[in-house]
């Protein structure tokens, strides 16, 4: 048991132009031969490349890595594709989440029971490293004690954990009574990849010191030679421009397939720094699936591209882009001119200008009023506490706060002064956002308000994000969609728990909302079992949320956008043939569909 943790004149003239002429053609020839030669090199580059990697038997992605890789270790913090986030090609979870159906499925697990105070989680006996060893409840225990003792992305989980057991495959995980909540367990239960303790505890070990552990030292494995996996694939080879992942043979997970191995022998994936360069690769048919935004998808069809549905939204929606509000920090401290922002988001034009129509219309709160969601959504309250894009009506709350305009139309606060400029940020590269970010600055400026739209690096981004140095930030929080959703939404935006002060660093509730009834709600809604119950309470919440903006909603966004060229492979999961997650065929549970794609002939 483990517990708590980027005459002459003429002649002359003529030799000047015959020596020019002469010039020139040798010019045009070399310029030709060059060409010649840069095609040349490009296609024997091209040729070497399929040699290795026969194209019908490669599965080419992008979208979730963007700079040269640096890391596979598990334990850092922002490792390389595909370690990162819930991508289950190499390490597989216990449990993972379908967000078709809302069912959580077995993995490594055969099956799992809860009760009120605990979730308990059968091992498949089947299941083996790729070096032939058995997966135990000792890998399970040890992984989730290195997440209690390094500061990993899942360290926070054990707050809601009291003590993890095993008896023989059964691993019980007992909730902590203080911080019972069972959504984010079983959340955390099916994200957590399990890793070999064979190989990690040796690492840990190296790297303690006295009572304590030397994280930094732990961080100097890189993962990258040979990994102990229990995934369909496992690393073969990467490069500053791919990450080569190569099947693993004697993959256990086989035997739930038929026996069948997934069709791809290699998945690579391409890296690229921007969304045009992903986007133009997949244009070419140089990538099969992509997750980068793709504008105008209808248009793709020329190019054998399109999305999981034939019609708008084209994406499966599955969260809520939102500007983060610096609400501690004046004039957004004021309640009255949150709202009034709220009224004055055009969000039809972000809708059809920026995301190519990838969203429904967007409806006040923060409940997705659709799939699994929709029963927590009340459209009574919509329309008596919501709000949309009015600009008169924004004129008149502002007006009514004792706001006021100056001769030349700019918005004044209430002491008479001219509102200084907002600035407005989102990372560098984001098209999609950086679009959503000018639309909403000509909406702002229809009210009279100044902005300073700022496109800036990831790292900086982030940066700002965490220590609250932001006025208004664009940021889409639950990427992924869970059991624990829209709670998880709304704990990462209204947790008064995970307040904390401009300049200390936050890495949930950025914009420092704090309401003490929200609290309340928050920590009631995880033990309610009763749909009428839970009913209530988001519809409650989802009160809270429309009348105090605590971030501003700008549309609906795919928890990944999910796209396919039918170039090279076909029989991708569709609208029309949900056999899998729309999920790019690596995350969670869609990577069944690894075993279903068949390759062009």
């Known amino acids: 048991m483990y517990c708590t943790y980027k005459g002459g004149f003429v ?45 019908n038997k ?108 095993a008896n023989g495959n059964r691993i019980e995980f007992v909730m ?72 693993v043979e004697n993959y256990w997970g086989n035997v739930k397939h038929e026996g069948r191995a997934p069709a791809p022998l290699y998945v690579i994936h391409s890296l690229y720094t921007s969304n045009n360069l992903f986007n133009n690769a997949m244009t070419k048919g140089n990538l099969d699936v ?8 209808w248009e793709k069809k020329r190019d054998d591209i399109r999305a999981w549905s034939l019609k708008e939204p084209y994406h499966y929606p599955g969260s809520i882009p939102t500007l983060f509000i610096a609400t501690t920090t004046a004039p957004f401290n004021d309640v009255a001119f949150r709202r009034a922002l709220a009224h004055a988001i055009n969000f039809e034009k972000i809708k059809s200008i920026a995301v190519s129509n990838y969203t429904d219309a967007v409806r006040p709160g923060f409940i997705l009023p659709f799939n699994q969601e929709a029963r927590y959504f009340n459209e009574e309250d919509a329309e008596k506490f919501g709000y949309s894009y009015d600009i008169e009506k924004a004129r008149k709350i502002l007006s009514y706060a004792g706001y006021s305009w100056d001769k030349d139309g700019k918005l004044q606060s209430p002491d008479g002064k001219l509102l200084r400029t907002l600035d407005l940020e989102c990372p560098q590269g984001w098209t999609d956002w950086e679009d959503v970010i000018k639309i909403v600055a000509e909406s702002f400026k229809e009210l009279g308000i100044e902005t300073n739209q700022r496109f800036v690096d990831y790292g900086e981004w982030d940066k700002d994000l965490r220590f609250g140095k932001f006025d208004l930030l664009m940021k889409t929080q639950t990427a992924d969609l869970s059991a624990a959703t829209p709670w998880t939404r709304f704990n990462q935006v209204m947790s ?106």
């Open 11 to 55: 002649l002359q003239k003529s030799r000047q132009r015959y020596r020019f002429a002469s010039l020139l053609v040798l010019g045009v020839v070399a310029c030709t031969v060059f060409s010649a030669c840069q095609e040349d090199a490009k296609n024997a580059s091209k040729s070497a490349e399929e040699s290795l990697y026969p194209r």
């Open 58 to 165: 490669t599965l080419y992605i992008g979208g979730f890595d963007w700079a040269p890789p640096t890391t596979f270790n598990p334990l850092d913090g922002d490792p390389n594709f595909p370690i990162d986030g819930n991508i289950r090609l190499m390490y597989e979870s216990l449990l993972t989440y379908n967000n078709l159906d809302g069912s959580t499925e077995p993995m490594l697990a055969k099956s799992f029971t809860q009760t009120d105070s605990s979730i308990t989680v059968e091992l498949d006996d089947r299941a083996r490293w790729s070096n032939g060893d058995k997966v135990t409840a000792d890998d399970v225990l040890y992984t989730f004690h290195l997440d209690s003792i390094f500061p990993t992305p899942r360290h926070g989980g054990w707050q809601y954990i009291n003590r993890i057991s």
């Open 176 to 247: 902590n009574k203080a911080e019972k909540n069972p959504l984010v367990l079983l959340s955390l239960i099916s994200e957590t990849s399990i890793l070999p303790k064979s190989v990690f505890e040796p690492l840990a070990e190296a790297a303690k010191k006295g009572n304590s552990y030397d994280y930094a030292k732990v961080l100097t494995f890189k993962n990258d030679s040979l990994p102990v996996v229990s995934g369909p694939y496992n690393l073969d080879s990467f490069y500053p421009d791919k990450i080569v992942l190569k099947r």
């Open 290 to 297: 992509s997750s980068i935004f793709m504008p105008r998808i």
């Open 496 to 601: 008064g728990k995970d307040a904390k002060p401009v300049g200390e660093e936050a890495y949930s509730n950025q914009g420092r909302f704090s309401d003490p009834s929200a609290d309340s709600l928050l920590n009631l809604i995880p033990s309610l079992t009763d749909t009428a119950a839970l009913q209530t309470a988001y519809r409650a919440l989802n009160r809270i949320f429309m009348e105090k903006i605590p971030v501003l909603p700008l549309m609906y966004r795919p928890s990944q956008f999910y796209q396919f060229s039918t170039k090279h492979w076909t029989n991708f999961p569709t609208e029309e043939n949900p056999y899998a997650p729309p999920q790019a065929l690596v995350i969670g549970a869609s990577i069944k569909a690894l075993w279903e794609i068949k390759p062009i002939q």
